[in-house]
């Protein structure tokens, strides 16, 4: 059975969502089973299902997008140990959203990818490829993790 990769994001103007697909487009090559959802959108099952989770924001006023630390505060709940996190998001000078993402999915005891992934504005073709590669990272993981 296929993998499971849920990627969840907030984004303002769309930039983070940009990346986003672009991720999926990535991780579905490499033969994952791939939910592309906003974080208001995803179910309990989404997450807990999930061999990866990959969560998106961008960074407002030198923070993350409040919604999606709330969310992922919400997530110390859910038995997030041994799957594999990343963060990811767009900023404009300090993105500092994607850093304390990471951070937070460290403490659940994920196995994350460092360093998360920040894109300046609207990613151009070689951000959207940089994407498409952390995608196929992700599939690279899951199977790295397995293994041992
Ligand atoms: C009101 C406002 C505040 C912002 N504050 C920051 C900031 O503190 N640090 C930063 O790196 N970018 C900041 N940005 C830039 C955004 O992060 C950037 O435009 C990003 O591409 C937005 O991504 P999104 O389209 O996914 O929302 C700010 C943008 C606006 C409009």
């Given at each position: 059975m296929a993998k499971k990769l849920t990627i969840l994001y907030g984004t303002g103007f769309?930039?983070?969502?940009?990346?986003?697909?672009?991720?999926?487009?990535?991780?579905?090559?490499?033969?994952?089973?791939?939910?592309l959802k906003k974080f208001d959108e995803v179910s309990p099952g989404d997450v807990e299902k999930a061999d990866a989770i990959a969560i998106g924001l961008a960074t407002y006023k030198g923070a993350g997008m409040p919604r999606v630390i709330e969310y992922?505060?919400?997530?110390?709940?859910?038995?997030?140990?041994?799957?594999?996190?990343?963060?990811?998001?767009?900023?404009?000078?300090?993105?500092?959203?994607?850093?304390?993402?990471?951070?937070m999915l460290s403490s659940y005891g994920m196995n994350v990818i460092e360093p998360p992934l920040r894109i300046k504005r609207i990613p151009d073709e070689e951000g959207l490829d940089t994407c498409r590669n952390l995608g196929k990272a992700i599939a690279e993981h899951i199977k790295l993790h397995e293994e041992i």
């Open positions: 769309g930039n983070t969502g940009l990346m986003a697909k672009a991720i999926a487009e990535g991780a579905t090559n490499a033969g994952l089973e791939v939910i992922v505060k919400s997530l110390a709940k859910v038995p997030l140990k041994g799957k594999v996190g990343t963060a990811f998001g767009s900023y404009g000078w300090s993105g500092e959203g994607p850093l304390v993402v990471s951070d």
